[in-house]
Antibody, heavy 121, light 107 residues
Framework: QVQLVQSGAEVKKPESSVKVSCKAS????????ISWVRQAPGQGVEWMGR????????NYAQKFQGRVTITVDKSTSTAYMELTSLRSEDTATYYC??????????????WGKGTPVTVSS | DIQMTQSPSSLSASAGDRVTITCRAS??????LNWYQKKPEKAPKVLIS???TLQNGVPSRFTGSGSGTEFTLTINGLQPEDFATYYC?????????FGQGTKVEIK
């Protein structure tokens, strides 16, 4: 089964940007989509967006519209999530996950280990 | 956006107990409801998809039920490794949304 390997921890200044990568290891992105989820310290998990691999079409949560871009490089089986105009509230662990379909139901099944991002001046 | 509301937000239970977590959607989502287990410093793990389909490798003590707007996750015979936070998530429509989580703690 494919594993997702995420890039390492990041420390960023407010107003800067971060780009987190998510690479399929041991296979390719043989999946419907890649989704990104984050969890801030002491908070719940939050869906950020997804990209449908066949179409290259991305959808985002309204909260992140205009600040987040999800892309995929099929040649290297790597997905990216870029978040701009960072603020302290963006300090969180960011996860990528494959999206599978079973009986027309979508779910996130294979997950990366997470990338901690700290935003601090 | 569809709001997902879980209850309770937390509970204390003992090993061997039966635990039930409820998830309500603010609008109809058919059976497009998934349950995840989250432990500190670990990625979420999908337990159940499509409201009731147990994922490969997940113990049969986990069961999911419901349709429409109300769903439940039941753990029959709580094990030490089950102490974690559980999240429901709707995949009926974009944006996908999670419940706020239910923390299952040791009594």
């Amino acid at each position: 089964q494919v594993q997702l390997v995420q890039s390492g921890a990041e420390v960023k200044k407010p107003e800067s940007s971060v780009k987190v990568s998510c690479k399929a290891s041991g296979g390719t992105f043989d999946t419907y989509a890649i989704s990104w989820v984050r969890q801030a310290p002491g908070q719940g998990v939050e869906w950020m967006g997804r990209i449908i691999l066949l179409l290259g079409l991305a959808n985002y949560a309204q909260k992140f519209q205009g600040r987040v871009t999800i892309t995929v490089d099929k040649s290297t089986s790597t997905a990216y999530m870029e978040l701009t105009s960072l603020r302290s509230e963006d300090t969180a662990t960011y996860y990528c996950a494959t999206v599978s379909i079973n009986n027309d139901h979508y779910y996130m099944d294979v997950w990366g280990k997470g990338t901690p991002v700290t935003v601090s001046s | 956006d569809i709001q997902m509301t879980q209850s309770p937000s937390s509970l204390s239970a003992s090993a061997g107990d039966r635990v039930t977590i409820t998830c309500r959607a603010s609008q109809y989502i058919s059976g497009n409801l998934n349950w995840y287990q989250k432990k500190p410093e670990k990625a979420p793990k999908v337990l159940i998809s499509g409201a009731s389909t147990l994922q490969n490798g997940v113990p049969s003590r986990f069961t999911g039920s419901g349709s429409g707007t109300e769903f439940t996750l039941t753990i029959n015979g709580l094990q030490p490794e089950d102490f974690a936070t559980y999240y429901c998530q709707q995949s009926y429509t974009i944006p996908w949304t999670f419940g706020q989580g239910t923390k299952v703690e040791i009594k």
